[in-house]
């Protein structure tokens, strides 16, 4: 996607890694959707496919050509806060938002292919997952991998974990629990890490 988007335009401009996926711009002269004035038009690809899109625009009168238009063709929208111009849509497939700060006069109208976000978030639960369970013994990781059915396996009891690596039950449960408390220490101190 990312390929052919390049190609067919020189304006599409890298901009950076945002959590796991590249961010692009669209550098063009004047851009309207729907009659509204947009400043920019940003995309943002997982895998070399579109995940998300944000349409940035500025001015009260932008927004409401914007809002109008959604009303109209996708019905009211969600606003959880009657007294902020944010409104939400959701499909199996998508989500929509559109908000307007008034304060600054600056808006988006952002849409999110959600297998794709999906696929994302849990592609990087995976990688956290995997970088932790490095932390770990060879004999402390296997008994955690099979215990829980990390690898896209079944977890197992514990003693067909013992069976499997040769341990009693009663071993199995030591490794787990010694392992499960240096993760649970990890997984503190990234929480501390992330408090301060």
Same mark, same amino acid.
């Given at each position: 996607?990312?390929?052919?988007?390049?190609?067919?335009?020189?304006?599409?401009?890298?901009?950076?890694?945002?959590? +796991?996926?590249?961010? =692009?711009?669209?550098?063009? %002269? #004047?851009?309207?959707?729907?009659?509204?004035?947009?400043?920019?038009?940003? =995309?943002?690809?997982? #895998?070399?496919?579109?995940?998300?899109?944000?349409?940035?625009?500025?001015?009260?009168?932008?927004?409401?050509?914007?809002?109008? #238009?959604?009303?109209? @063709?996708?019905?009211?929208?969600?606003?959880?806060?009657?007294?902020? !111009? *944010?409104?939400?849509?959701?499909?199996?497939?998508?989500?929509?938002?559109? /908000?307007?700060?008034?304060? *600054? %006069?600056?808006?988006? @109208?952002?849409? /999110?292919?959600?297998?794709? =976000?999906?696929?994302?978030? !849990?592609?990087?639960?995976?990688?956290?997952?995997?970088?932790?369970?490095?932390?770990?013994?060879?004999?402390?990781?296997? $008994?955690?991998?099979?215990?829980? +059915?990390?690898?896209?396996?079944?977890?197992?009891? $514990? %003693?067909?974990?013992?069976?499997?690596?040769?341990? *009693?039950? %009663?071993?199995?449960?030591?490794?787990?629990?010694?392992? $499960?408390?240096?993760?649970?220490? $990890?997984?503190?101190?990234?929480? *501390?890490?992330?408090?301060?």
């Amino acid at each position: 996607m990312i390929k052919a988007i390049k190609s067919g335009s020189d304006n599409l401009v890298f901009i950076g890694d945002a959590e +796991g996926k590249k961010v =692009y711009r669209m550098e063009s %002269e #004047k851009t309207k959707i729907w009659g509204a004035d947009i400043d920019i038009v940003m =995309y943002g690809f997982y #895998k070399d496919r579109l995940e998300d899109m944000q349409i940035h625009f500025r001015s009260s009168g932008n927004f409401a050509k914007l809002k109008e #238009k959604l009303f109209q @063709l996708c019905g009211p929208g969600r606003q959880p806060n009657p007294f902020v !111009e *944010t409104y939400h849509w959701y499909g199996k497939e998508f989500s929509m938002l559109l /908000t307007y700060n008034r304060s *600054t %006069e600056k808006g988006v @109208l952002g849409y /999110t292919f959600l297998p794709i =976000y999906r696929e994302r978030h !849990e592609d990087r639960k995976l990688e956290m997952v995997n970088s932790w369970l490095q932390l770990l013994g060879e004999t402390e990781r296997a $008994v955690i991998t099979l215990r829980f +059915g990390f690898g896209g396996k079944d977890a197992l009891t $514990v %003693e067909s974990t013992g069976e499997c690596l040769g341990l *009693t039950p %009663e071993g199995v449960r030591e490794i787990e629990a010694k392992a $499960v408390g240096k993760l649970r220490k $990890v997984s503190q101190k990234k929480e *501390t890490d992330l408090a301060a």
